[in-house]
């Protein structure tokens, strides 16, 4: 059986020293050790003590960049009190609002409420440009937003023409579509 390593004092040289492959070495090293910690004794889900260790992790890397760091022999104490310190606020901030499953279901991002908002933004200036277009133009083109994986020899025959007048149709209403969709977008 292997020893684990408990004097870290090399970790707080390396990070004072620059000395980058040394300590992602021993930060590899000891991370998983302050996981297993959180998990084992203070009976935290395996993500809460990745967050908890996370943060722990650079409030004690400001400490040593500080160098407030007093004796480098007991940093792997400091580790699993500044480990134990965070997950008790984690676990004060997780209790302290409870959602129901659902609510929480329906929450979404900000970068994906900002994402949603385009979405609709464009679906609304598509429809405009779609308005714009002759009947027949929106008919074939609203064929292929129906149908988007319709092959060109659907379409030939669904429209009595040839490939070729098919892509080129396609392809002239798509381009009437993405100028109108660039003019629409930047009144």
Not at 71 to 94: A, G, M, Q
Not at 103 to 120: G, V
């Amino acid at each position: 059986m292997t020893k684990s390593k408990v004097d870290y004092s090399d970790l707080v040289e390396a990070l004072q020293q620059g000395d980058e492959n040394k300590a992602r070495d021993l930060i590899n090293e000891i991370i998983p050790r302050l996981e297993d910690y959180l998990c084992v004794v203070m009976n935290a889900k395996r993500t809460a003590a990745r967050e908890c260790v996370q943060q722990a992790f650079l409030d004690v890397f400001e400490q040593i960049r500080k160098d407030k760091i007093k004796e480098n022999k007991y940093i792997f104490s400091y580790f699993i009190k500044s480990c134990r310190h965070e997950y008790l606020r984690y676990s004060k901030r997780e209790h302290k609002f409870k959602y129901e499953e659902e609510a929480l279901n329906n929450l979404y991002e900000p970068e994906e409420q900002i994402k949603n908002l385009l979405d609709k933004e464009r679906q609304r200036i598509l429809k405009e440009c779609l308005e714009e277009l002759q009947e027949k133009s929106k008919t074939f083109i609203e064929y292929f937003i129906d149908k988007p994986d319709a092959t060109t020899e659907e379409a030939k025959e669904e429209f009595g023409l040839t490939g070729a007048n098919v892509r080129t149709r396609k392809s002239r209403i798509l381009s009437r579509l993405h100028h109108c969709y660039k003019r629409k977008s930047n009144e």
